[in-house]
């Protein structure tokens, strides 16, 4: 029984993380104007170089996104918070 909730558990956390992954890539495609591949392919690029997990710039990303950032979200925010600072001056102006 614990087993089975320990599993059941893994993957609520893993599909989770998948939607978040998700989330953010999509983020990128709009902002970028990137395929879904090219998006993801930047998420890993940005892993590479801080060493910071997928799962944890992907949430920074989208808290960054929805503006429900925090200082845990730092790492998101120094890679991705000019574009979307530009993103939301340019839509302020429309």
Same mark, same amino acid.
């Not at 939607?19 to 892993?47: M, N, P």
């Given at each position: 029984? +614990?087993?089975?909730?320990? !599993?059941?558990?893994?993957? !609520? @956390? &893993?599909?989770?993380?998948?939607?978040?992954?998700?989330?953010?890539?999509?983020?990128?495609?709009?902002?970028?104007?990137?395929?879904?591949? &090219? =998006?993801?392919?930047? +998420?890993?690029?940005? !892993?590479?170089?801080?060493? !910071?997990?997928?799962? /944890?710039?992907?949430?920074?990303?989208? =808290? +960054? @996104?929805?503006?429900?950032?925090?200082?845990?979200?730092?790492?998101?925010? =120094?890679?991705?918070? &000019?574009?979307?600072? /530009?993103?939301?001056? @340019?839509? @302020? =102006?429309?």
């Amino acid at each position: 029984m +614990l087993w089975t909730m320990a !599993v059941m558990s893994y993957r !609520v @956390a &893993e599909d989770t993380s998948r939607r978040v992954i998700d989330l953010a890539t999509g983020i990128l495609v709009g902002l970028r104007g990137y395929s879904v591949h &090219e =998006a993801f392919d930047e +998420l890993v690029l940005v !892993v590479h170089q801080t060493g !910071v997990g997928v799962g /944890r710039l992907a949430t920074g990303l989208v =808290a +960054l @996104a929805s503006g429900s950032s925090s200082a845990e979200h730092a790492e998101a925010f =120094a890679v991705w918070g &000019e574009l979307l600072r /530009r993103d939301r001056l @340019a839509h @302020a =102006a429309i």
